[in-house]
């Protein structure tokens, strides 16, 4: 079974998975020797090359093993129409645009994977529940200080990873909604 093509870039992707897309770019023909390539940047770069299907088309794969082993994030990408190479080298940028790599809940290992987000809304959550088994906000040994962050700003970092979860979560998306209403005074 052919994999599935897309008509554009992916904008989302599970780590792990593979994506062909098709782009067409009349303006840098492979039968003029243009060649184009994908440039991806975030919590580790990497490439995807694509191979000519006609004049003006070509075909893009985004192996599972290229993604398989990345973090989950947000990957920034640049699409170049590139042709010849050293001092007669041209470059050209096609387009430009994100892609939003999630976690593969099974793992590589079979097991599940919880957010770094997920996990700290667990933690902070506890700590301002008094659930956890140290409440003190500083304490001393041999000489050395440290220091817990105070109750009030625990919750406004609590609502910071909430809304990174939240963005995790909902790709692609604002925010959500609340309802506001002014009164005069």
Same mark, same amino acid.
């Given at each position: 079974?052919?994999?599935?093509?897309? %008509?554009?870039?992916?904008?989302?992707?599970?780590?792990?998975?593979?994506?062909?897309?098709?782009?067409?770019?009349?303006?840098?023909?492979?039968?003029?020797?243009?060649?184009?390539?994908?440039?991806?940047?975030? /919590?580790?770069?990497?490439?995807?090359?694509?191979?000519?299907?006609?004049?003006?088309?070509?075909?893009?794969?985004?192996?599972?093993?290229?993604?398989?082993?990345? %973090?989950?994030?947000?990957?920034?990408?640049?699409?170049?129409?590139?042709?010849?190479?050293? %001092?007669?080298?041209?470059?050209?940028?096609?387009?430009?645009?994100?892609?939003?790599?999630? /976690?593969?809940?099974?793992?590589?290992?079979?097991?599940?994977?919880?957010?770094? /987000?997920?996990?700290?809304?667990?933690?902070?959550?506890?700590?301002?529940?008094?659930?956890?088994?140290?409440?003190?906000?500083?304490?001393?040994?041999?000489?050395?200080?440290?220091?817990?962050?105070?109750?009030?700003?625990?919750?406004?970092?609590?609502?910071?990873?909430?809304?990174?979860?939240?963005?995790?979560?909902?790709?692609?998306?604002?925010?959500?909604?609340?309802?506001?209403?002014?009164?005069?005074?």
């Amino acid at each position: 079974m052919a994999p599935p093509v897309l %008509a554009c870039e992916p904008t989302t992707l599970t780590t792990g998975e593979t994506a062909v897309w098709r782009r067409s770019v009349s303006d840098f023909p492979a039968s003029e020797g243009w060649n184009l390539a994908y440039h991806f940047a975030g /919590a580790a770069a990497f490439t995807a090359s694509a191979e000519a299907e006609s004049d003006a088309s070509y075909l893009v794969t985004l192996a599972a093993v290229t993604t398989e082993s990345l %973090a989950a994030g947000t990957y920034p990408w640049v699409a170049y129409a590139t042709r010849g190479e050293g %001092a007669s080298l041209e470059r050209y940028r096609v387009d430009s645009g994100v892609l939003v790599l999630t /976690a593969n809940p099974a793992g590589a290992d079979g097991s599940s994977q919880q957010l770094l /987000a997920e996990q700290m809304v667990a933690a902070i959550e506890a700590r301002l529940s008094g659930r956890l088994e140290v409440d003190l906000e500083s304490y001393g040994q041999a000489g050395r200080q440290a220091q817990l962050i105070p109750y009030d700003r625990l919750a406004v970092h609590l609502g910071i990873w909430k809304a990174k979860l939240w963005r995790y979560q909902n790709p692609g998306k604002s925010g959500p909604t609340r309802a506001v209403r002014f009164v005069a005074g």
